[in-house]
């Protein structure tokens, strides 16, 4: 009998799919984390079909430049046709829980530029309602008492990333507890706190398509 496959394997599996994504001779808009870890390394088989990317992390940064790849700084570039990147969390309508990774401000920076958002996930990460996964807010680190409080007054547990500063230099608070059942307006009323940098809802700008893999192959939803 076959084994089934490895959540590794089916990162893999949706990140080669997001191959399809790409088209010639454009640059790239690149996620973080080990999805994306596994898209970076197919990307490399049509190196000399991609223009140049940008990035979200220093840590992708890395990996596209010891594969060959050209990084472009994002207030150098005018258009980003496709972005690529994983997520935490993906709902019926294409809203996300990004920043499991500690990069969902620069994420969110180049989603807003691109044209195209193309998330890869495997099934596990599919729910029916956004929140089981702690929901990462990048914070100010004078203003993480303020941001807890009123984050605790709409009904969620924060929690500080312990020893962890993101490429930005600022602290995450990671919700617990939330069942989020209007995700544009929370993450509307969450960007009011002064003092957030980020929240690592994806809803007002969220997937235009995912890739999701499961075990019977990849599947696309579109939004
Ligand atoms: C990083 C992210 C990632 O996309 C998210 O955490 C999913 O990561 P992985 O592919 O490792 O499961 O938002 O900030």
Do not use: W
Not at 50 to 65: F, I, N, P
Not at 152 to 157: L, T, Y
């Amino acid at each position: 009998m076959a084994q089934p496959m490895t959540q590794d394997e089916l990162k893999r599996a949706v990140a080669h799919a997001a191959l399809r994504e790409i088209p010639d001779g454009e640059i790239v808009g690149v996620g973080t984390g080990s999805t994306v870890n596994f898209f970076i390394d197919a990307l490399a088989t049509i190196r000399s079909r991609v223009r140049a990317t940008v990035s979200s992390s220093e840590r992708s940064t890395e990996r596209l430049r010891a594969l060959g790849f050209q990084v472009l700084d994002l207030n150098d570039v005018e258009r980003v046709p496709v972005y690529v990147d994983g997520a935490d969390e993906i709902e019926p309508g294409g809203a996300m829980i990004k920043g499991g990774g500690g990069a969902l401000t620069r994420e969110k920076i180049i989603a807003e530029v691109a044209e195209r958002f193309v998330c890869i996930v495997d099934a596990s990460k599919v729910v029916p309602l956004l929140g089981r996964f702690p929901l990462p807010v990048e914070v100010v680190p004078m203003a993480r008492e303020l941001v807890r409080r009123r984050l605790r007054a709409m009904g969620g547990e924060p929690r500080l990333r312990e020893g962890y500063l993101t490429d930005n230099g600022n602290q995450i608070l990671d919700v617990h507890g939330l069942q989020i059942e209007a995700p544009r307006e929370f993450e509307y009323r969450i960007n009011q706190i002064p003092g957030v940098v980020t929240v690592g809802l994806f809803a007002q700008r969220g997937a235009d398509v995912a890739l999701i893999g499961g075990a019977d192959g990849v599947s696309t939803r579109t939004f």
